[in-house]
């Protein structure tokens, strides 16, 4: 468990899965988590199932989904993840999505992931840390430079949402980087 002043990160539970549905079928969430892909929702009960029983197998050497909540009262409001953790290369793949819309812009997710940072520069002493967007998602934008990640790659017009053209954006994030801020 990782605690920050506004979230805690812990370890995903079964029962998250209900917080994962309603995510999944809310078009807002779909459109800025992941740019309306189709494979990210609508989804039903029973396919966030079948994923949940995988995530919650898996290995943290590799990768781990943490579920986010408030500090304040507990509530459950989003999700944070790494993948593809290789310690020989130093580096992994990072994501945050809160779900509830009242907390969006409040630096909740920000905090999230920060703590994913410190856990995995510290932990397990990686080299660098990246993640992706697209460009229509401007908070997301906002929040992954505040905390020191530089664009390191677009993908133009790699992202089609409600019949426009958006670009894939890719960040990342250097220990040096990191130890400068920490």
Request: glycine share 12%.
């Amino acid at each position: 468990m990782f605690e920050g002043k506004l979230v805690r990160l812990r370890a995903l539970r079964a029962e998250d899965a209900e917080y994962h549905v309603r995510w999944r079928n809310d078009p807002e969430v779909v459109r800025l988590a992941a740019a309306g892909d189709p494979c990210f929702g609508p989804v039903t009960a029973q396919a966030v199932g079948l994923g949940f029983d995988t995530m919650l197998r898996l290995s943290p050497r590799e990768s781990a989904v943490f579920t986010v909540e408030d500090l304040t009262d507990g509530r459950v409001i989003g999700m944070a993840d790494y993948r593809d953790l290789d310690p020989c290369g130093g580096s992994a793949t990072l994501g945050v999505t809160v779900g509830e819309r009242e907390y969006w812009g409040r630096g909740h997710g920000s905090e999230a992931l920060a703590l994913v940072v410190d856990h995995l520069f510290g932990a397990y002493g990686l080299h660098r840390l990246e993640l992706d967007t697209w460009s229509g998602n401007e908070r997301a934008v906002r929040a992954f430079t505040r905390l020191g990640f530089q664009e390191e790659g677009r993908r133009r017009d790699a992202v089609l949402v409600a019949g426009e053209r958006y670009d894939r954006l890719l960040f990342g994030l250097l220990r040096k980087e990191w130890a400068r801020r920490a």
